[in-house]
């Protein structure tokens, strides 16, 4: 059993071994329940390193063929401070939006109140939950060619953000639900929105 809290940040590094292997590949998905999901993941070193943009490239990959808009590397196994996703960051932007990596991010609330919202993920499959999270935020990080990220983000884009980063410090979606009567299979959305989910949405967007 591998003990992921004890887990140096040069594991990763084993990769070098296998310098005939350069193609991008597609890893497994951890999920609800897995111990690397608990932990708080590690600093990186060295955000430029070589190994970083080898574990974005798999990630983007992995990402992609789940068709998911957001991954953080804990969910790959990888206890590392580095997420990526894909929103529109901003009004202009087309449906699809910008791919953006951050490598040891941090949030700051610029809020104190809290929207709902459906959230799903990777880790958490087959299920959406609605979630409170800060409408406004602010955050940091590196990518890796070193370029340092300073952001403000809003709706969408802010809940994105937040849903990836706690995946950095060992939480998932559910843990953030303060009603778990609004934790359903997606399927079931085909009998209607549950009026509690219904309500709590429409508040916040009274006020
Ligand atoms: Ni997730």
Redo the contacts with the bound molecule.
Sequence with gaps: MISYDKIEPRWLYRRQLKSHITAMAILKIARMGHPVLRVRAHEVVDPRGPQVLKLVDDMLETMIDAD?R???AT?VHVPLRVVIFQVPLDEDEEKNGSLTILVNPSIEKLTKEVEYDWEA????PELIGLVPRCPKIRYHGTTPVGVKVDCIAEGFHARVVQ??CD?LDGF??PQRMDDMSLLLFREEMRNGIPDEARRLMEDVDAE
């Design positions: 998911g957001g991954l953080a969910q993920c990777l880790s958490v849903h990836e995946h998932l979606y």
